[in-house]
């Protein structure tokens, strides 16, 4: 059974970048067709797809944040990361990682998500 876990700053300057990791474990970022997704949840509000990189390597962006996004992996450690440039107080959000069987199709997989406060 697949396993994710975030990790990643639980707080973040305003204008800085975010980075958080997603380790995966009993299944392989590599495996076809699998999509490995970065979801956020601010508070009060609905959840909002930010980008996946499917099994491939291959990358896929929110058009409204794809000027500040940027995901990439490690397979040599199963992982992937987000990074979030020039982040302000609307970027607060319990942010999790997720795994879908292609990049088409719902999430099956989510990790129990990291919350990521941006404040002076």
């Known amino acids: 059974q697949v396993q994710l876990q975030e990790s990643g700053p639980g707080l973040v300057k305003p204008s800085q970048t975010l980075s958080l990791t997603c380790t995966v474990s009993?299944?392989?970022?590599?495996?076809?067709?699998?999509?490995w997704s970065w979801i956020r949840q601010p508070p009060g509000e609905g959840l909002e797809w930010m980008g996946a990189?499917?099994?491939?390597?291959?990358?896929y962006y929110s058009p409204s944040l794809k000027s500040r996004s940027s995901i990439s992996r490690d397979t040599s450690k199963n992982q992937f990361t987000l990074q979030l440039s020039s982040v302000t107080p609307e970027d607060t959000a319990v942010y999790y990682c997720?795994?879908?069987?292609?990049?088409?199709?719902?999430?099956?997989?989510w990790g129990q998500g990291t919350q990521v406060t941006v404040s002076p």
């Open positions: 009993g299944g392989s970022i590599t495996t076809a067709y699998y999509a």
């Open positions: 997720a795994r879908a069987p292609s990049i088409a199709e719902s999430f099956t997989d």
């Open positions: 990189i499917r099994y491939s390597g291959g990358t």
